[in-house]
């Protein structure tokens, strides 16, 4: 590890996930931007896929380091011993840690850890709305109390890591209103929106005649309309649910057929739930893919059927290759979308509504192209990543102020 630079910043970044995803899809740029003025140490999970990702972003000014915690969702964290001391040898030499939260309950012993040693402490609550999500899964009364009761504990150690830190991100205006109401109007001192970004040139600017023949050579032949999804296969992003719309659409547009990007411990179940519907023949699984703008602006519709998000890159990815979009209501994702003037909304968990969107949008090409430019031009006015990087850059002004005694 590098000593600081007499005038440049010393930060980690912690990141506990064991697959790349939204949120690595936000770390990146911003690692890659803060480099140019301060120092970063990636601290992540010591898993191949992330080991892979974090190697890419190793530079003279980007040190990383296979060491955050384990079990980012229970109790095993608090017992990693060897990663914590190694992690403590790193945080002493920062200035500043900023923990990505990709779970609501990631990083607490870490947070508390770094302040301990007086690092300033931001956190980004990337999916803090799986708390609500997780409360209302039904199940027998001995289990919710058995839930109730394990959250009950988690939220105590949630709120002592709450105090340690000094500035909270919020991904979107509605998580930030949830923060407050689970932590109390204390919060709000500490509490920035900072909604997520991407680079939309790669996407706007995708190769439309690349994509269509990437797209053809995994539908069957006679398919005249395509829909994507983008996401990884687990229990949040509902892809269930959109299995069981499909079902329903294929009825009434029998020459459409639904690609899905990615991967993940669902896909066996998801395979066979498809084959149970009689709808293998018009689904795809393409697992994970390099090429996704290109594969966007080859198809007609995109569609993701999450049950919570904090604010989804892939809605976003989709509206800056001007593709109309059909999406659940959920935290973050609503405001994206406009419904009625960039995509449809419906109802989380609700296969009917979702094929109602779904067929309704593939009935109308018009206003599929009217709500894509509607989207592309919403995503290149509010949704960039340098108007994402400026809204943390902010926040390091203020660390650097403090601590290094340089302008704001």
């Known amino acids: 590890m590098k000593r600081r630079t007499s005038g440049h910043l010393r930060v980690a970044m912690y990141f506990e996930g064991r697959d790349p995803g939204g949120t690595t899809g936000v770390i990146e740029p911003l690692i890659r931007a803060l480099s140019r003025d ?29 060491v955050a915690l384990r079990n980012y969702g229970g109790w095993l964290g608090w017992f990693e011993i060897s990663k914590l001391l190694r992690m403590a040898l790193i945080f002493r030499r920062m200035d500043s840690v900023h923990f990505h939260l990709h779970a609501p309950f990631a990083g607490i012993p870490a947070i508390l850890l770094a302040r301990v040693l007086s690092c300033r402490c931001l956190t980004t609550e990337h999916y803090i709305s799986q708390i609500r999500h997780l409360r209302r899964r039904p199940l027998p ?60 040139q790669r996407f706007s600017q995708a190769d439309e005649t690349q994509g269509r023949a990437a797209l053809r050579s995994f539908v069957p032949a006679g398919t005249s309309h395509v829909v994507l999804t983008v996401a990884g296969f687990n229990n949040q992003k509902g892809h269930r649910y959109l299995l069981q719309a499909i079902s329903r659409v294929v009825t009434i547009h029998p020459d459409a057929s639904f690609v899905f990007v990615g991967d993940g411990h669902l896909r066996p179940e ?57 999406a659940t209501n959920v935290d973050g994702t609503s405001e ?28 109308d090409k018009q206003l599929r192209e009217q709500f894509g430019k509607a989207g ?29 005694g340089v302008p704001g």
């Not at 009950?152 to 979107?172: G, P």
């Open 38 to 66: 301060m120092h970063i140490v990636l601290i992540h999970s010591d898993v191949s896929s992330i080991r892979e990702w974090a190697e890419s972003l190793r530079s003279p000014d980007i040190d990383i380091a296979a």
């Open 376 to 404: 592309g031009d919403r995503v290149r006015k509010l949704y960039t990543s340098q108007v994402m990087i400026a809204g943390y850059q902010s926040l390091y002004d203020m660390v650097a102020k403090t601590i290094l």
């Open 336 to 363: 994206i979308v406009v419904n009625g003037e960039t995509g449809i909304l419906v109802q989380p968990g609700n296969a009917g509504s979702l094929a109602e969107a779904i067929s309704a949008m593939l009935g």
């Open 270 to 326: 998801l395979e066979a739930l498809a084959s149970l519907l009689e709808i293998r023949s018009r689904v795809v699984f393409v697992g994970h893919r390099n090429d996704v703008p290109d594969l966007l602006a080859g198809t007609d519709l995109f569609v993701l059927p999450s049950l919570f998000e904090g604010m989804p890159l892939s809605v976003l990815e989709a509206m800056a290759a001007n593709k109309a979009v059909v």
């Open 141 to 200: 009364s001995l289990l919710r109390a058995i839930r109730e009761a394990r959250i009950a504990v988690q939220m105590l150690s949630k709120r002592l890591s709450v105090r340690a830190i000094e500035s909270i991100v919020a991904v979107s205006i509605a998580n930030g209103q949830y923060i407050t109401e689970l932590f109390g109007p204390s919060v709000q001192s500490k509490l920035v929106v900072v909604a997520n970004g991407i680079d939309v």
